[in-house]
């Protein structure tokens, strides 16, 4: 037997001491049997809650046909997808990954292809700070989050990073080489900061002046999170390039990568690949959770019944100042900053039987809900929110 200090799980999560073993809907059970009101979400991952019929069903019956073939072939299930993301967004054409990182990368790969097919490389990206945008190596050398990157050097070359929401900073990062601007169009690891609208929609412009593509990273923020299809949809803006991932598997891991045409001009056969990207597993789970997320009145309720949950958080904010100081974020993409630390007050809730998850910056928990919650969820949360402030000591 091995005597070893390490885990045979690599330790790179500080993991709470409970063992899930069981999604019901809104709910986690641990295997104790006790069950937790899941606002974490898998981090805002679970968009439809946990073992949803209509996804339990689509995942088993493709289960049962066929698993994996590899992109040699043709696959109705992705061809499907792919389309139907086509038709409800600004994208001409879709590549799908496996993770967010990966949809990220694709996207970084298309700005420097698009600028190298035109025969003028501008291999620069400008990015923000607060940023995240994944773990690769060319994911945190964009992000340049300091514990992300300590002890990974050599990074990446090609990414300035600018102040958040600062237009000037960003127009003077912008040189002969930069060829994009990668942006989350709501920052979620970052501590819920959403862009102002006024900003998103001068990048804009300025991308094209200088002829920039412009990329928003909606892996967190998209697909329905905020109470639209896609975040950048609130700011009446469209990106040349985005990247979903989270919230389109509801769990399945599976990302992808959405581009308009021009966009993508210069992605050509052999330019970019996967083994899994798209495989039959994945595109049927996503088929499934677009068709619910499409269905009318979805994204109506999702507003509704976010605009009910950050209400009622601005009134604890008021009954509690020592302990909630700010309410951010828009839709089920809610945020507050705390004064008490974001960890211990994750951990009360937790004890409380309210799952929520702490923010790597910026002293904020976020509350990132299964889009299909109801008024019962939000108040329920609410009374367990309300008991751990009183409690506090
Ligand atoms: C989570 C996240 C990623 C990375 O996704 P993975 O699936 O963990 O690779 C990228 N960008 C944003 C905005 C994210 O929130």
Known sequence: MKRNKISPVLPVYNRADVAMVRGEGVYLIDEDGRRYLDFAAGIAVNSLGHCHPHLVEALAAQAATLWHCSNLYRMPGLERLAARLVEHSFADTVFMTNSGAEAVECGIKMIRKYHAAKGTPRPRVITAQGAFHGRTLACISAGRNARAIEGYAPLLDGFDQVAFNDLAALEAAIGPETGGILLETVQGEGGIRPHSRDYLRAVRNVADTHGLLLFLDEVQCGMGRTGSLFAFEDYGIEPDISSVAKGIGSGFPMGACLATERAASGMGQGAHGGTYGGN????????????????EGFMKNVRRTGAELK??????????PAIIAEVRGMGLMLGIKTNVPPRDMVTRLRAGGLLAVASAADSVIRFVPPLTITRAHVEEAMRIITRTCEEWT
């Open 280 to 295: 039959p597993l994945a595109t049927a789970v996503g088929n499934a959770v677009l068709d619910i997320l499409l269905a």
């Open 311 to 320: 209400a009622a958080l601005c009134d604890a904010a008021t009954r509690f």
